[in-house]
């Protein structure tokens, strides 16, 4: 039995392109593996710890060994129980649509969270960075509002795909599958329900193996 993480990084619920394609995953997936456990966490609604002063003096304070206090040690505690919680899973699924060309901000916060040294990732000893969250499959559900097809113009604007999968590969997630919906906006509603037809339909392919 494998535990599976869904983070929902949308706030626009049934609104939402990737949450949409990401849910039907999800479904697909449980059909295949029924007894899995399936754990949602949806950044814009769940508490997340902030990542201000606070942590991060904690942070540095008990990392280097220095004088801490006891409420730097609970400061630092609630980011390592966020960490412990993502690492607990064996797969993950992701629902994310692009903001401004890249990824919304609380995604980011979960992800500044997460990426810590000792933790999911650490330095070795010729200096080089090394994953520690290895050997397990991410599924993302993209979405936006425009088009951004690798090999176009338009590419260079896709701060959202080549951000996300860089930050999860740091640390060690490497298997990434993934579907894009798009666009969601530009070419009109037609054109938004032929390519979120055509996400569902690729999703729910995936989910059988993965």
Do not use: C
Not at 2 to 25: E, Q
Not at 107 to 114: A, F, H, T
Not at 170 to 197: C, H, N, Q, W, Y
Request: hydrophobic content about 45%; overall charge negative; charged content about 20%.
């Amino acid at each position: 039995m494998a535990n599976v993480l869904y983070i929902k990084a949308s706030p626009r619920g049934d609104r939402s392109y990737s949450v949409a394609v990401a849910d039907a995953f999800v479904a697909a997936y449980s059909q295949v593996h029924p007894d899995d456990d399936v754990t949602t966490l949806d950044v814009f609604y769940d508490d997340l710890p902030a990542f201000d002063f606070g942590a991060v003096t904690a942070k540095y304070k008990i990392m280097h060994g220095k004088a801490h206090s006891d409420e730097d040690k609970a400061i630092w505690a609630g980011i390592v129980s966020v960490i412990e919680d993502f690492k607990a899973a064996d797969k993950y699924v992701l629902a994310v649509p692009m903001w401004n060309f890249s990824i919304p901000y609380r995604l980011k916060q979960y992800l500044d969270i997460l990426i810590q040294p000792g933790q999911t990732f650490k330095v070795t000893e010729e200096g080089n960075y090394q994953g520690l969250v290895t050997g397990k499959p991410v599924f993302i559900a993209y979405s936006r509002g425009g088009a951004y097809p690798a090999g176009t113009e338009m590419a260079a604007y896709d701060f959202q795909t080549k951000y996300l999968e860089l930050a999860l590969g740091f640390i060690g997630l490497t298997d990434i599958r993934s579907v894009v919906v798009e666009p969601t906006l530009m070419s009109g509603p037609e054109a938004a329900g032929k390519a979120k037809a055509d996400a569902l339909l690729k999703a729910k392919e995936i989910a059988k193996t993965f």
